[in-house]
């Protein structure tokens, strides 16, 4: 019954190596989003994309890029990780259209950066 | 820009009891909510939506009551079990097209037995 999928559910990196975070969906959903999870700050939008192909930056994108070359895998890529950037991250899909967006959630993963 | 925000990050109720959980959305175009719960170790999972043509939708045990004068949600759950410890969080489709969620910082809930 897994509908979305994170590769990843614990990494440790250490600061300026170049992390990837996979996600993929089965629900054949337009949209997918990246959200990175912190105490007190609750899900903070990094990256969308609601087409392959096509991305949209969220509220906090400084420091990471996406790839979404599938319509089923959206890819959260640290090009150079940072002590600030340890967190969980949430990836999350939904189906294409306002007021049906429903997203469904990852079980996410936690990264931490030395 | 937008916010969402909830009133408490701590609420702790008796096994048995209703508990209420509130949030403030600051954009008023906005038209459609969602509560989810997050349990220890897991994504959230979504508990119930309205749409702002409604003042009140219930579920299996939780209750959402929108007041749109003063830009407030809450998430009413009745005869609280242990299984219900989470934390839950608001979230708000906002004046975007894109389909898009902006999120408060999430409510913990505890249940003592």
Known sequence: DVKVTQSSRYLVKRTGEKVFLEC????????????????????????????????????IPEGYSVSREKKERFSL???????????????????????????????????TVL | GESVGLHLPTLSVQEGDNSIINCAYSNSASDYFIWYKQESGKGPQFIIDIRSNMDKRQGQRVTVLLNKTVKHLSLQIAATQPGDSAVYFCADHGSSNTGKLIFGQGTTLQVKP
């Open chain 1, 24 to 59: 993929v969906q089965d629900m054949d959903h337009e949209n997918m989003f990246w959200y990175r999870q912190d105490p007190g700050l609750g899900l903070r939008l990094i990256y969308f994309s609601y087409d392959v192909k096509m991305k949209e930056k969220g509220d």
């Open chain 1, 77 to 111: 890529i640290l090009e150079s990780a940072s002590t600030n950037q340890t967190s969980m991250y949430l990836c999350a899909s939904g189906s294409r259209g306002r007021g049906a967006n429903v997203l469904t959630f990852g079980a996410g993963s936690r990264l």
